[in-house]
């Protein structure tokens, strides 16, 4: 199948915007969004103003994503690696990336536990589009009411 949409954005705020107008497109499917400011603007540069200036940003924002969901959709929020903007250097940290699930058809407070790969979201992907992989641990089936 591969990509039929590519929605370009330069920033996390078109990043948001162009979330919201494929959610309210109303189509199946995956969408993707890099909200990349977090890690070239703010965590490699240890900008910790602006990296808190972005969450603040991000969170006044989740309200109109949540909104344009449709009922079965599932919004699952993590990062490629730890970018502590407090540590030294510019190099990625090691603590854990956040893993965070919601959606109107989701369970409140699910304890995901500490994942040991990103395969377990790839591998939560595939089974909410009905596919296995041959790596990762699905979480679909305890956060989802319906699946």
């Known amino acids: 199948m591969g990509v039929t949409h590519d929605l370009t954005a330069k920033n996390n705020d078109q990043s948001i915007d162009q979330t919201v107008r ?5 189509t199946r499917g995956l969408i993707f969004s890099n909200l990349v400011d977090f890690d070239m603007l703010y965590g490699h540069r240890r900008d910790t103003e602006g990296y808190a200036r972005a969450l603040e940003h991000f969170d006044s924002r989740l309200p109109e994503i949540e909104d344009a969901m449709g009922a079965s959709d599932i919004f699952i929020i993590t990062a490629d690696h730890g970018n502590d903007p407090t540590f030294r250097g510019t190099d990625h940290t090691r603590e854990y990336a956040p893993l965070m699930v ?11 536990g500490i ?14 589009f009905g596919l296995k992989l041959t790596a990762g641990d699905s979480f679909l089936k305890a956060v989802m009411n319906d699946k």
């Open 22 to 26: 494929a959610l309210r497109e109303e």
């Open 102 to 112: 919601f959606g109107k058809s989701a369970r409140a407070g699910v304890d995901l």
């Open 115 to 128: 994942r040991q790969s990103l395969s377990d979201i790839g591998q939560t992907i595939a089974d909410n």
